[in-house]
Nanobody, 121 residues
Framework: QMQLIESGGGLVQAGGSLRLSCAAS????????MGWFRRAPGKEREFVAT????????DYADSVKGRFTISRDNAKNTVYLQMNSLKVEDTAVYYC??????????????WGQGTQITVSS
């Protein structure tokens, strides 16, 4: 089992920035693609961003392209999500995800417990 622990959530005003971190343990981190999903109130969980095992390739949902950046530090077993120009509609619970495939979009093997992001107007 891989344990994924998110941190960095909270309350921020629209236009502001936050950085989420997800610390992994229990498995060889560099063997897994990592990513982020989110679930807004009353909505289905949706894909946000993914990064390959080496960190050389990333992909984003159209709704966050140009505002969010995913990165990873394999030496620290941590994946990050830098969120800039936050909008009220970014309010959601954000989940860290790990996959043995090339991208989390192809299937998630492990989930974090989630962290709340609230963007106020």
């Amino acid at each position: 089992q891989m344990q994924l622990i998110e941190s960095g959530g909270g309350l921020v005003q629209a236009g502001g920035s936050l950085r989420l971190s997800c610390a992994a343990s229990g498995r060889t981190f560099s063997n897994y693609a990592m990513g982020w999903f989110r679930r807004a109130p009353g909505k289905e969980r949706e894909f946000v961003a993914t990064i390959t095992q080496s960190g050389t390739s990333t992909d984003y949902a159209d709704s966050v392209k140009g505002r969010f950046t995913i990165s990873r530090d394999n030496a620290k077993n941590t994946v990050y999500l830098q969120m800039n120009s936050l909008k009220v509609e970014d309010t959601a619970v954000y989940y860290c995800a790990g996959s043995y495939r090339r991208t989390v979009v192809a299937g998630v093997t492990y989930w974090g417990q989630g962290t709340q992001i609230t963007v106020s107007s």
